[in-house]
């Protein structure tokens, strides 16, 4: 069965601290992996699409590494402001829609 | 160009009762997919449409229902409504069948 798990489930860094969040995932072929930023009581963001082993995509702080088993994004010198919930998901090819297997999330939370 | 667009942004409904949820998708898109969303949750994939037909379903009963229309905006209908519906529910629109997928703000519901 397709499954993503995230880790940690919450994350509290001083402002300027770097840290990595973990996305593991089990899939029986991957189409594709999607980080996704999300504010309380708002709907997903789009951060960034990997697609096969190898892949990084860097966004101003952000920077998202891909392997066949797990997929990392990096935080560097983090402030406040990126203080969100961080999602990550799969689409498999075992259907032909576009259907996102998303994980828990991550809750990232930076004080000044 | 414009975003994905949800209507209404909350809602409350007494169980047993019938909800109609709607989306407008982003400018291009032809496929529209909706997720519900727990507290605390990643979204869980109900179904998805393109060019108005059902493509695919997640493993959610038959009283959730949903349409697409001539322009790709589409409406998510819940029948008897059950406490455990209390979700947030997100609507996603992409160009194509499986790539990026564009999230709106979503819809709060709230079954009592």
Known sequence: ?112 | ETGVTQSPTHLIKTRGQQVTLRCSSQSGHNTVSWYQQALGQGPQFIFQYYREEENGRGNFPPRFSGLQFPNYSSELNVNALELDDSALYLCASSSKKNTEAFFGQGTRLTVV
């Open chain 1, 1 to 112: 069965e397709d499954q993503v798990t995230q880790s940690p489930e919450a994350l509290r860094l001083q402002e300027g601290e770097s840290s990595s969040l973990n996305c593991s995932y089990t899939v029986s072929g991957l189409r594709g992996l999607f980080w996704y930023r999300q504010d309380p009581g708002k709907g997903p963001e789009f951060l960034f699409t990997l697609y096969s082993a190898g892949e990084e995509k860097e966004k101003e702080r952000l920077k998202a590494t891909l392997t066949k088993k797990e997929s990392f994004l990096h935080i560097t010198a983090p402030k406040p402001e990126d203080s969100a919930t961080y999602l990550c998901a799969v689409q498999a090819p075992s259907s032909n829609t576009g259907k996102l297997i998303f994980g828990q999330g991550t809750t990232l939370q930076v004080k000044p």
